[in-house]
């Protein structure tokens, strides 16, 4: 079914852009930290919005995959239940919630987080 080439094709290219942008995010941070400098607010305001994309993305990647299995998805004998329910359980800490990417607009806007632990 075409569909199910789309989603599949579409849910590779979620994850991996999602790898990717924070996996370069944590690159920055780590070069910095190898030389002694402290990641500044911007670099943590961008490794923070790469996390909760990252997870975001990974969810709409599940459901993407789960809309292409049709019936099969709902059955626990088949791993798709499975998935979503994990992706439902990580999007759902802390640190990949809407408040976190709040944070890091109230950053990109000059304000301070509103999480302590930004």
Do not use: N
Not at 19 to 32: E, K, N, P
């Amino acid at each position: 079914q075409a569909f199910a080439q789309y989603a599949v094709a579409k849910a590779e290219a979620l994850v991996e852009s999602g790898s990717l942008y924070l996996r370069q995010s944590i690159a920055d941070i780590w070069r910095d930290v190898q030389i002694g400098a402290a990641a500044d607010l911007a670099q943590r305001a961008r490794a923070r919005r790469a996390c909760v994309q990252a997870a975001e993305a990974s969810a709409e990647a599940v459901d993407l995959s789960c809309r292409a299995a049709g019936g099969h998805a709902l059955f626990q004998s088949y791993p798709f239940e499975r998935a979503l329910r994990d992706v439902r359980g990580a999007i759902a800490q802390i640190t990949l919630q809407r408040s976190t990417m709040e944070d890091a607009g109230r950053v990109a806007f000059g304000l301070s987080p509103a999480s302590p632990t930004f």
